[in-house]
């Protein structure tokens, strides 16, 4: 991170974002799979949690080490319902959950015993409703399902992954200004500040509400830190930075996607990159203090964001 008076290790991640600029890390999908590991299944990352847990702490540590403050959990796709249908009992289940954020604060521990300078959060991921789907409805929206029943499903994970220790809860790539209140109503009284991301088309979320209605659940909710949108095309981060910042008055959070297009039934990412790490000034203008990427965007670019916000 970088300001005049950096808190030191430990410090709430609120106080760095009042102090200055905080980088986050990349897609955690990318950085596995570049590393060798089939992640084609409806668990996607959450599987290796089970499975190579090791390897998930050395996709935190490349981003560490290439300048990242805060790890994003592998906890994104990781349900209670999800790993039902992998006969995977609600116990082990929660144990898996707990896990992804030891995973990421061993990564951090590593990183410091490197000779790591800055200080390191980490953020437990809490994936929408439709990333248990498995079928790209995260990027619609709109399940038929109210903001009480979402409730109902977020609320244990959020309890299990608030009780593991994170620093923050990343409520990230929400699609719908429904499932963002249901979200908002699940960290009450975890005792974890939050952040809230939607994934946005233009100027509206992903289910077609405008964006400023959508930042606004969020302005008077004293858990949430940070409001700002991921998994979205560099493209369409400007606008909603400064509607972000106007709506809520809080430090914005920004982490798109490479400016590639996922293709849901192919499973595969089509077209070109768009994501340049200069793009990132603009939006710290705009208020922008947790600043990263998303999908498909590694260690590589994260390091380039790192320098050109001088934090690395």
Not at 22 to 45: I, K, R, T, Y
Not at 142 to 153: C, D, H, I, K
Not at 189 to 211: E, F, H, I, K, M
Request: charged share 20%.
């Amino acid at each position: 991170m970088t300001s005049d008076t950096a808190p030191p290790h430990g410090a709430p991640l609120a106080a760095a974002l009042a102090a200055g600029t905080v980088v986050l890390d990349g897609g955690m999908s990318n950085q596995l799979e570049s590393a060798g590991h089939d992640l084609s299944d409806e668990l996607w990352s959450a599987r290796l949690l089970a499975e190579r847990p090791e390897a998930i702490t050395e996709a935190h540590l490349a981003y560490f080490e290439a300048g990242a403050n805060v790890a994003i959990t592998s906890s994104y796709q990781a349900t209670f319902e999800g790993f039902a249908r992998r006969g995977i009992a609600r116990e082990e289940a929660a144990r898996l959950l707990a896990l992804s954020v030891e995973l990421a604060r061993e990564a951090a521990r590593q990183a410091r015993d490197k000779g790591g300078a800055h200080p390191l959060w980490v953020a437990a991921s809490v994936g929408p409703y439709g990333a248990m789907l498995a079928d790209g409805s995260e990027y619609r929206g709109r399940y038929g399902l109210s903001v009480e029943e979402l409730e109902r499903f977020h609320r244990p994970r959020l309890e299990v992954l608030a009780a593991a220790g994170p620093d923050v809860l990343a409520l990230e790539t929400v699609p719908d200004a429904d499932e963002a209140q249901a979200l908002l109503r699940g960290v009450r009284g975890l005792g974890v500040p939050a952040w809230l991301s939607y994934t946005v088309d233009g100027g509206r979320t992903r289910a077609g509400q405008p964006l400023d209605e959508a930042f606004a659940l969020a302005a008077d909710v004293d858990e949430v830190i940070a409001v700002g949108v991921n998994c979205c095309a560099p493209e369409d981060v400007d606008a909603a930075v400064a509607t972000a910042a106007r709506v809520t008055g809080k430090p914005v959070v920004v982490y798109p996607n490479s400016g590639e297009v996922w293709d849901a039934r192919a499973r595969a990412w089509n077209g070109r990159s768009t994501f340049t790490p200069e793009q990132v000034l603009g939006w710290r203008e705009s208020g922008a203090r947790l600043i990263g990427g998303c999908c498909r965007v590694g260690p590589r670019a994260v390091a380039s964001i790192a320098r050109t916000l001088g934090t690395s």
